[in-house]
């Protein structure tokens, strides 16, 4: 169908009619908008006029009632003919919601400041306001903040919208209405007056509105007063009683917003018990399946202390609950609610609260911290706060600590000036503080690790470092993170392990704003300093730097006068590297290379200099009973067959040997302090060269002990630490063929492992017999520890390795080496077998075990056999879902005694305890268990006993009668073995 320039003009006009005419003057049609479901867009429009809110008093009076009658919101802004209901006498809106009792002004998605044209600070406990325009059109673009000032704790403020219509959205996302106690926004239109409660305990109560930029609407005006909420409560005493409802008898009140605070009086922290004795709190809203749960979004209780916010809890108990917190200097705040629909019989709580017994404060210098365990056991207690205080003054402080226990469940935490650690090792063992900090342990409601032991020791800070690295970096990394407001020099050392050396520095950053050089060449504020120059502003690129001495110092020195909160960057990548191969090398292990003069980098594809004149000079203490150790990783010189009387190339070892040729394995000499190894060649052949690693080993590092018994000890310096670059090793002899190796812990304390691994990588001990190596043992190990392995080897070794970090007091163990025999002989008439394991718990391969147990007399007996735990290998690949079999090709237990050769085999696992039962007729019982070489498990545990069989009967009379049972009348027993004997007299019988 087709329209003319009339049916337009016709259908422009309807549409006009529909969209704006809503009984406003023509002028009103500047706001006209058009909207689609599909994409908004806004059409330009000339800004309305915006009209000022008015604070009405509030209640109104009579005049202002009257007055009210001219203007009703709800009829198109006229007053026609309709009776308008004043605000007294309205009823609540059905759609009234009460909010959840939060405190604070925060308001969801709203990153701008509030408009200060629109945003007002109100007065007195009641009043009302509206929006901008209220009652034409609000503008776009606005942030407006309604703050009415704090009321009393307790209070419960009533919020009655008598006209609400903003922007239409699902989530609210374009014209809203939120409140500073609740996340909810509040948009679109509501066609009758509709309100809000909320419960107030504590802050500024604040309304929030925002428009976006295109589509308007109405507006708002909004009522509100505040009303004592008698659902409040204070409470001091050190135990009572919290009912609700009060009278204990009837169905708690719908629409309820309780709060209990139970408020100790101030220098806590303290321990607050409570025992819900009666709960019953509506979880659904019907009456059925109301069990005690977490999960409740109708009524519920709460507890809120120190900004925690434990579950909401609802539902029936039908037994008591008790819970324990820890409080600092708050309150703790029992809430409860409940919606517009069901209610029960509410709840009976007990409370007390007493000091915290885990309270302490720490020795300023050095002490122990230890957590504490339950009486009698080896774990902490659940629920536990404990407090430890250190004060450190105003300058900054080191505080390090030594760990012999670190047992903490990551349900719970340890804390160091609120940086946590759990797990079964501290991560972090030094940490840079300043004032008064806090040390806290804290535990939930299971009590699962065994706790902390700790030794802690403050010293001055410091930031000076060595660097002994060929190549490394220099950062401000562990400087920057700590708040300095005074002058800090840090003393930094490159120390490579040869001089004289050329150093590379690349700065990638180095960035110190606001220092910049003076006119003396000398920088205002912080810098870098290296060979008296000193370094600050914005610098970057390579230096080159030639040391003669064995070291290069480098100062960072921060100024009390930087810039506050400017940061200060710096990184310097160095490398070294020798000047010539006349070097002296200071380290206790090395190398010497024939291609770079010192490098542990193969000489593969590479051939040294003709004419070649190097003197490496090894230099170190000259304590008595050193030995130098050389092992020739490479060694290819000239006269490949070595069958020339004469080397041309050579390596000379400080004139006691000379090396030339094809050469291998290791070199040893007496070390007196200095070492000189020099290599000469020709200007004819070369070849590869050679790669030689050298190690200065200290008396009592490499020893060979043949007693059963003794003590081994970690070399140490004339400071009592260990020496950094040791390979120590203890090589002892068994004169067993099966031993089994007991050490004990006298002392040890090596480096601990880093921070970002729990294995020793740096320092550590192992065991190795050959076949078999230990774990790798490092950090602290508490005295008395004992460590047991067995071993068929004759010989075996105790490693100790250091690296050329870390030095620390080291190790003194005791041993003992004694033969290992898993045969027994028992006579006790009851008694225990284990089968033997190895300090992992699992028993050893290639066992033959034979347990004899071995009646006084030849009885008979009867034997009762349980075991409690049984897990042997039953299949060739490991399991630990292995059930019970006879079938046994691996690893077994099986049982003999006289008149059965053997039962069958038992192996597999056994998910309870079993007892079996044998009688004998005389003779030993044996037990017999064997393993293979492959796979082994935890092995078992059998309690046994024996008695007299009383079913046993010897009958010499030329005739009589047998009956089982004796009595004649029962049944018989089960598991019986009875033997009745029937022995005439020697000699024949007639017949």
Not at 35 to 60: C, E, G, L, M, N
Not at 787 to 815: C, K, M
Not at 828 to 852: D, E, F, K, Q
Not at 876 to 897: I, Q
Request: with cysteine.
């Amino acid at each position: 169908m087709k329209l003319g320039y009339w049916g337009v003009a016709a259908v422009l006009a309807w549409l006009c009619l529909v969209l704006v005419c809503e009984t406003k003057p023509l002028n009103h049609l500047n706001w006209l908008k058009i909207s689609s479901h599909r994409k908004k867009r806004q059409v330009s429009y000339p800004t309305p006029a915006t009209t000022s809110a008015t604070i009405t008093p509030y209640p109104p009076t009579e005049s202002a009632q009257q007055a009210s009658t001219t203007y009703n919101p709800w009829l198109n802004w006229t007053t026609g003919a309709s009776t308008v209901t004043p605000w007294y006498n309205r009823t609540t809106s059905p759609y009234t919601s009460y909010a959840t009792t939060t405190t604070g002004n925060a308001f969801l998605n709203s990153s701008s400041s509030p408009n200060p044209d629109c945003s007002q600070n109100l007065t007195g406990t009641y009043g009302s306001f509206s929006s901008p325009g209220a009652g034409s059109s609000y503008s776009p673009n606005l942030d407006c903040l309604y703050t009415i000032p704090s009321p009393p704790a307790g209070s419960q403020i009533d919020i009655t919208f008598q006209l609400f219509h903003l922007e239409e959205h699902s989530s609210c996302g374009y014209d809203f209405v939120s409140f500073s106690y609740n996340s909810q926004k509040i948009c679109g239109q509501k066609s009758t007056p509709v309100s809000y409660s909320y419960n107030t305990f504590g802050g500024d109560f604040a309304i929030h509105f925002v428009t976006d930029r295109s589509i308007v609407r109405r507006g708002f005006v909004l009522e509100y007063s505040f009303e004592e909420n008698s659902c409040y409560h204070v409470l001091t005493d050190t135990e009572g009683q919290i009912q609700v409802p009060g009278n204990g008898i009837a169905n708690y009140s719908p629409n309820l917003d309780c709060m209990f605070t139970i408020r100790p009086p101030a220098g806590g922290p303290w321990v607050v018990n409570i025992t819900l004795d009666e709960f019953d709190i509506q979880r659904y809203y019907s009456y059925s399946s109301n069990y005690f749960s977490t999960s409740c979004s109708n009524d519920y209780m709460q507890i809120l202390y120190d900004g925690y916010s434990s579950s909401r809890m609802c539902g029936t108990r039908t037994s008591p609950i008790s819970y324990k917190y820890n409080i600092f200097e708050s309150d703790l705040n029992i809430t409860f609610h409940s919606d517009s629909s069901t209610e029960r019989s509410g709840f009976n709580i007990t409370y007390t609260y007493s000091n915290n017994p885990c309270v302490t404060d720490l020795d300023q210098n050095s002490g122990t911290i230890r957590t504490p365990v339950v009486e009698g056991g080896l774990t902490y207690p659940a629920d536990t706060l404990c407090i430890y205080y250190l004060d450190l003054g105003d300058s900054l402080k080191t505080v390090t600590f030594s760990v012999r226990l670190f047992d903490v469940s990551c349900g719970d935490y340890f804390s160091i000036n609120g940086q946590r650690f759990c797990g079964s090792r501290l991560t972090q063992t030094s940490f840079p503080l300043i004032g008064r900090i806090n040390i806290t342990f804290v535990s939930n409601s299971i009590g699962a690790g065994r706790g902390v032991d700790v030794d802690y020791h403050v010293t001055n800070y410091t930031c000076d470092q060595v660097y002994r690295t060929t190549s490394g970096s220099i950062d401000s990394y562990s400087v920057s993170r700590l708040a300095l407001t005074h002058d800090v020099d840090c003393d930094y050392v490159v120390r490579p392990p040869y001089y004289p050396f050329v150093i590379t520095m690349f700065f990638s950053p180095f960035y110190m704003p606001h220092n910049y050089m003076n006119s003396s060449v000398t920088c205002s504020g912080s810098y870098v300093e290296i060979n008296d120059t000193q370094y600050c502003g914005t610098v970057y690129g390579q230096y080159n730097i030639t040391s003669v001495g064995p070291e290069l110092s480098v100062r960072y020195h921060h100024s009390a006068t930087a810039v506050a909160g400017t940061r200060e960057v710096y990184h310097i990548y160095y490398s070294t590297r020798p000047v010539s191969c006349n070097v002296t090398l200071t380290d206790t292990v090395g190398y010497i290379n024939s291609y770079t003069g010192y490098g542990s980098a193969p000489v593969y594809s590479r051939s040294y200099n003709d004419s070649a004149h190097c003197i490496f000079t090894i230099k170190g203490d000259n304590a008595e009973g050193q030995t130098i150790v050389f092992r020739l990783n490479q060694f290819q010189l000239e006269d490949r067959d070595n069958s020339t009387s004469l080397c041309k190339d050579y390596v000379d070892m400080n004139g006691e040997e000379r090396l030339c040729g094809y050469q291998y394995g290791n070199r040893s000499f007496s070390f007196d302090g200095t070492f000189v190894v020099t290599f000469t060649s020709d200007n004819s052949q070369t070849n590869m060269g050679f790669n030689i690693h050298y190690n200065i080993v200290p008396d009592g590092c490499l020893v060979s002990i043949f007693s059963t018994e003794g003590t081994l000890r970690s070399p140490v310096t004339s400071n009592g630490l260990y020496h950094n670059n040791l390979d120590c090793r203890y090589t002892l002899s068994s004169p067993y063929s099966m031993a089994k190796i007991t050490v004990t812990v006298n002392r040890f304390d090596l480096e601990p492992p880093s921070y970002s691994s729990t294995n020793c990588y740096n320092d550590y001990v192992y065991y190795t017999d050959g076949s078999y190596s230990s774990g790798r043992y490092c950090g602290f190990v508490a005295a008395g520890t004992t460590f047991i392995w067995y071993t068929s080897a004759r010989q075996f070794d105790l490693v100790f390795h250091s690296n050329n970090e870390v030095s620390r007091p080291g190790f003194d163990v005791s041993y003992t080496i004694e033969e290992d025999r898993c045969d027994q002989v028992l006579s006790a008439t009851s008694g225990t077998i284990r089968s033997p394991v190895n300090s992992t718990g699992l028993y050893r391969s290639n066992l033959n075990c034979t347990y004899i147990i071995r009646p006084p007399t030849q009885g008979p007996y009867r034997f009762n056999l349980t075991f409690s735990q049984f897990d042997v290998q039953r299949t060739y690949y490991n399991s630990s879902s292995y059930s019970l079999s006879t079938s046994c090709y691996y690893d077994y237990v099986e049982t003999r005694f006289s008149g059965l050769n053997s039962t069958s085999r038992l192996c597999g696992r056994m998910s309870s305890a079993r007892t079996y039962f044998y009688n004998t007729f005389g003779g030993d019982f044996a037990i017999h268990f064997v393993t293979d070489r492959s796979i082994v498990r935890r092995g078992f545990v059998l309690e046994y006993s024996f008695e007299e069989n009383s079913c046993y009967h010897v009958a010499t009379d030329t005739e009589g009668q047998i009956q089982v049972p004796g009595n004649g009348i029962a049944n018989y027993s089960p598991n019986l073995d009875c033997l009745f004997t029937i022995r005439p007299p020697a000699g024949p019988m007639g017949c």
